[in-house]
Nanobody, 125 residues
Framework: QVQLVESGGGLVQAGGSLRLSCAAS????????MGWFRQAPGKERDFVAA???????TYYADSVKGRFTISRDNAKTMYLQMNSLKPEDTAVYYC???????????????????WGQGTQVTVSS
């Protein structure tokens, strides 16, 4: 079993920044493709950003391009730097991971086998 633990959420004013972290532990493979999704109350879980197993390919939702940056410093830890935050970024942010060596599906929830519990991000206006 693989566990994903997110950290770094909180309350911030519009225009501010937060950095989310996600660490994988447990029965882990050598590397994972990893992604961030978010879910606001009453809405579906939406894709935010993803990074390939090698770290060489990244994807972003249009709504966060130019403001958010996904990165990783090893095979099992990734980050989401969120700048210029807006009230509409308010949501629970979930970390996801998958051991498949493919880029297919990394922008969809179906592309991931493992999920964290989520961390709340609240942006006040």
């Amino acid at each position: 079993q693989v566990q994903l633990v997110e950290s770094g959420g909180g309350l911030v004013q519009a225009g501010g920044s937060l950095r989310l972290s996600c660490a994988a532990s447990g029965r882990t493979s050598s590397s994972y493709a990893m992604g961030w999704f978010r879910q606001a109350p009453g809405k579906e879980r939406d894709f935010v950003a993803a990074i390939s197993r090698s770290g060489g390919t990244t994807y972003y939702a249009d709504s966060v391009k130019g403001r958010f940056t996904i990165s990783r410093d090893n095979a099992k830890t990734m980050y989401l730097q969120m700048n210029s935050l807006k009230p509409e970024d308010t949501a629970v942010y979930y970390c996801a991971a998958d051991s498949r060596n493919t880029l297919v599906g990394l922008t969809t929830t179906r592309g991931y086998a493992y999920w964290g519990q989520g961390t709340q991000v609240t942006v006040s206006s």
